[in-house]
């Protein structure tokens, strides 16, 4: 069974970021090859890793429910769950050392629930195939309900360096218990750091009953690419927030 990252938190912390580099490290150390679960709704794990997406888990429920409710029949004859399984298989992206595979949304107005559902099937289906996954989750709680996060070995909790960020984690880790997920090991990261809010942070987390990781510093470099429209992942090793992110990984002796 592959050994599962997940990535949870409130919005604008870095996650997403943070799981890409998470992949390159993967590879650098060559633990590939790596499955990348994109499972918030506003996709944006492939425009970090600089791939595109042909289509989602989303679009695929939607289209094959609306062949359905045209024709009177499911495409092909095939049963729609031999025809999801097809279709999966036919949505993941494949790259040099992982391969992705991406929630979306549904089209118009709906709930993600069947969507999240699905997701966390074939992930469990597919991660047979792969020594890791790392899913990038939607930004709040909602993923822990759904249990979209489940049966995980490293689940990293990403704040920002403020008292929101630090009080979301703890509502986060606090949800873990109460639906008394499968997860193995939670850490937070707090994420760009500009150096002089460090201590107190450390201080209600410690009080909060939150493990902290490390740290990974506020990096221009990151701004840069964001910009310029780059995928995080090109991001050069010398980036002071690539190394810092690594440093922490290494220390968390991912096996």
Not at 152 to 167: E, F
Not at 213 to 226: C, H, K, T
Request: aromatic letters at 6%.
């Amino acid at each position: 069974m592959a050994y599962t990252i997940a990535f949870a938190g409130k919005g604008g912390t870095g996650k997403t970021s943070l799981a890409c580099l998470t992949i390159k490290y993967l590879l650098k150390k060559r633990k590939g090859p790596v499955l990348a679960i994109d499972a918030d709704s506003n996709s944006c794990l492939n425009e970090a890793l600089g791939v595109e997406v042909h289509t989602t888990i989303g679009k695929i429920r939607e289209e094959s429910l609306e062949a359905v409710r045209v024709t009177g029949e499911r495409p092909g004859g095939m049963p729609m769950e031999q025809l999801f399984e097809y279709q999966i298989q036919q949505a993941l992206v494949e790259s040099t050392g992982y391969d992705l595979l991406v929630m979306g949304r549904p089209e118009g107005p709906g709930c993600y629930c069947a969507a999240n559902h699905i997701i966390r099937k074939y992930t469990d289906m597919l991660s047979i195939s792969y020594p890791y996954v790392v899913i990038d989750n939607e930004a709040g709680m909602e993923h822990l309900s759904r249990r979209t996060t489940n049966k995980v070995d490293l689940l990293l909790i990403i704040s920002d360096p403020t008292y929101k960020g630090i009080l979301a984690a703890k509502r986060i880790k606090e949800l873990i218990i109460e639906l008394k997920l499968e997860i193995e090991r939670d850490v937070v990261i707090i994420n760009r750091t500009l150096g002089t809010e460090l201590e107190e942070l450390k201080e209600i987390a410690n009080k909060s009953n939150l493990i902290i990781a490390g740290v990974v510093p506020q990096d221009e470099l990151i701004m840069r690419f964001d910009l310029e429209g780059k995928p995080i992942y090109q991001l050069p090793d010398d980036s002071i927030a690539l190394q810092s992110l690594w440093n922490i990984l290494d220390s968390l002796q991912i096996p």
